[in-house]
């Protein structure tokens, strides 16, 4: 009785650990019910209730670690950028924003926890090495992220210990000295199988094609779990990153000139002086614990706390009237140095289980949460060489002497503390309708002066108090295609300031979705066509710059809310056509108009094709190769540049040494496409053609 009964409990901490769950193996000791197998299509991404990716009434994709492997995805920003429905804009070497359906994502998660990102902007690079998938949801959100917009969310999924020992080594190199070494291996640390550990831990070190660019980042994650007494599962984890990057580009390059024509520059062509760096450090810790209520009701306790350190020393290259001069002068210099840190807690609590009502079983989800976060970042002093003039563009590494660097001071700081209760329920109404109704109540309360970098001048915050409604309806047309309606609204608060130096009033975010999800070949495909629709109101958009002489903010950005609505359709195709060939291929076609009806946001594609395809060679087993693209429609911004349709490719492949090794080779943009990307807030050129090779090893 005794070993069974610890593999099972096993498999319960690893079950209970990664929350996604499927009960088709149970067996019943004592007191405790073992799901003995985890489903890749289980998600509790949308809703918080755990159900398959074609029950939730909602667009949810995932990028799983086969692919990210495979296709050589070690960064998130490239992981995503072939996403369905997903657009990066990377304006910067080390910023960049995510949009989906037309609106930027501001809230990236790790495990279903998180807060919004200040004006949608992400710092760094994720190494994907960490995460067992990224889950992807479309639309609004706010069953799980208490404030946001109607864009979606990304969620990092963390590896979590597994049931038997074993793991992986990999090192790979390739263009620009990319030098790369990655180990995940698990351990089970007891005899009796209660308490596994996992170690994860990935260091690359790189140059760029951008001059004088160099990245070096290190990533450590270790994780523990096992069983408390008979009815619990704690998880202990911990993640350090290290991310170092010099002469990276603060701003991004000006391109159109004053005669209307457009620049055509080198790829390599940067405003990065050697003297600039941007470092960024960042701590996260989470404990879980997983408690057995009864046969079918489960309790669960997560804290996370997360702590950031950033130390940067810039250069923005800029032109005082927004174009080059004919002749590719007319840039000047802002220097920029600063220190800043961010403390993130959140705590969460949640009771999950099924109910039997009117003869049918439901499951419920009802939960309360806490997060509060503080930022602080302080400057130094400029003490000479401020706007001086640049040579023409092109220019070197040492065309811009470093200040002397003043007194440091207090810049920024910020505090808010979100606080919510959430509940969500699949009712059951016959054999072919359900339906997924949840309220989300939150309470915003923001402190602080001159908060995320902006120059407000009032910033006294009234608490804010919202509810936000969800309402899915789910029908099985047949065993393997249902059709779905889905309706959800959620707020965000703003930080972008008016022509007066106002904070903007909350923007609300309304979401609609009607769709059909299907299964095919035998469940190992599957389908899904969404129709969709968003509105903003009072979305904060981009106005100009304060030209009033008297006003303490001019010169700086200042914005107008407006109301936007997109709306579009989605089809994806996602799964396995046999056990050797993959593939995801997902299209989305995007309208968007602002208050008067006509176009807005020219930057954001409205037509975007992604696909992931890859098989084994039947002709020779141990040979897997696979492509990649990437296309979207062409784009522009106003009094900025244009940039045609476009498609970027990337291939790979694998070859099977033995049983144990596997070289892989990878070449990403293989038809050495030239693009400008990141247009939203200026523009910078795509990475040209490069290639690596990696050589894995079992443990």
Not at 127 to 155: K, M, P, Q
Not at 471 to 481: K, Q, R
Not at 548 to 567: L, M, N, R, W
Request: hydrophobic content about 35%.
């Amino acid at each position: 009785m005794k070993q069974p009964f610890l593999m099972t409990a096993c498999a319960l901490a690893a079950c209970l650990a990664t929350g996604h769950a499927q009960a088709q193996e149970a067996t019943t000791l004592e007191k405790i019910t073992v799901s003995a197998k985890r489903a890749n299509r289980v998600s509790k991404g949308a809703t918080g209730l755990a159900m398959e990716l074609k029950d939730t009434p909602q667009s949810i994709s995932n990028i799983d670690q086969e692919d990210l492997k495979n296709f050589g995805l070690t960064g998130s920003n490239e992981a995503l950028a072939l996403a369905t429905g997903i657009n990066v804009e990377q304006y910067e070497t080390n910023r960049a924003t995510f949009n989906s359906r037309g609106f930027e994502i501001q809230l990236t998660e790790v495990d279903g926890l998180g807060m919004t990102n200040s004006w949608g902007t992400v710092v760094g690079r994720e190494d994907t090495y960490l995460f067992e998938r990224i889950e992807l949801i479309r639309g609004a959100n706010g069953l799980l992220t208490g404030v946001g917009n109607a864009s979606g969310t990304i969620n990092y999924i963390r590896k979590r210990p597994k049931n038997e020992d074993g793991g992986e080594f990999i090192v790979s190199g390739g263009s620009y000295g990319l030098k790369r070494a990655a180990l995940d291996y698990n351990k089970v640390l007891t005899d009796d199988g209660t308490w596994a550990g996992r170690l994860v831990v990935a260091h690359e070190d790189k140059n760029s094609y951008l001059r004088g660019l160099q990245d070096k980042r290190t990533s450590l994650y270790g994780v523990v779990d096992g069983q408390i007494g008979t009815n619990g599962v704690l998880t202990l984890g911990i993640t350090a990153v290290d991310a170092q990057q010099d002469s990276p580009m603060w701003g991004s390059l000006t391109l159109l000139r004053s005669d209307g024509t457009q620049a055509d520059f080198d790829v390599g062509s940067s405003t990065s002086q050697k003297w600039t760096y941007w470092n960024t450090k960042s701590y996260n810790a989470f404990a879980e614990y997983a408690h057995r209520l009864s046969q079918d009701w489960e309790a669960k306790l997560t804290y996370n706390y997360r702590h950031a350190n950033e130390a940067s020393r810039l250069l923005y290259a800029y032109s005082l009237t927004g174009v080059l001069n004919p002749d590719n002068t007319g840039l000047v210099g802002w220097p920029y140095r600063s220190l800043g840190s961010t403390d993130n807690n959140v705590l969460d609590a949640n009771v999950t289980g099924k109910f039997s009502a009117l003869g049918r079983q439901h499951s419920l989800v009802v939960g309360l949460s806490q997060s509060r976060q503080k930022t602080a970042v302080d400057t130094f002093a400029v003490l000479d060489h401020m706007l001086d003039p640049l040579p023409a563009f092109p220019f070197g590494g040492d065309a811009y002497t470093q200040p002397q660097w003043g007194p440091r001071a207090p810049s920024t700081r910020g505090e808010q503390t979100l606080s919510r209760f959430y509940a969500a329920s699949r009712l059951s109404l016959t054999d072919a309708l359900h339906a997924v109704v949840g309220v989300n109540a939150v309470r915003l309360e923001r402190s602080g002066a001159s908060i995320y970098g902006n120059a407000a001048t009032n910033t006294s915050y009234p608490d804010t108090k919202k509810a936000s409604p969800y309402v899915g309806l789910t029908y099985d047309i047949t065993p393997d295609l249902l059709g779905y309606i889905s309706y959800s609204d959620i707020f965000q608060n703003q930080d972008q300031t008016d022509a007066e130096g106002k904070y903007l009033a909350p923007m609300k975010g309304v979401n609609t979705e009607v769709g059909v999800k299907g299964e095919w070949l035998n469940k190992s495909l599957l389908t899904t066509f969404a129709l969709f629709q968003a509105k903003q109101n009072g979305l904060a958009t981009y106005a100009g710059k304060v030209t009033d002489p008297a006003s303490p903010i001019v010169g700086q950005d200042f914005y107008e809310g407006k109301d936007v609505k997109s709306k579009g359709y989605e089809v994806e195709v996602t799964g396995r056509l046999n056990k050797d060939a993959k593939v995801t291929v997902g299209y989305t076609r995007l309208m968007l108009t602002g208050p008067d009806g006509n176009d807005i946001y020219e930057w954001v594609p409205r037509d975007t094709l992604k696909a992931r395809i890859d098989s084994r060679v039947p002709m020779l087993p141990a040979l897997r190769v696979g492509v990649g693209a990437r296309w979207q429609s062409a784009v522009s911004k106003i009094g900025s540049v244009k940039q045609g349709a476009y498609m970027v490719t990337n291939a790979f492949a694998s070859y099977e040494l033995n049983s144990k090794a596997t070289l892989r080779v990878n070449v990403d943009n293989l038809f050495d496409k030239k693009y400008v990307g990141g247009l939203a807030y200026g523009a910078i050129y795509g990475s040209p053609r490069t290639a690596g090779v990696s050589l894995e090893y079992k443990l």
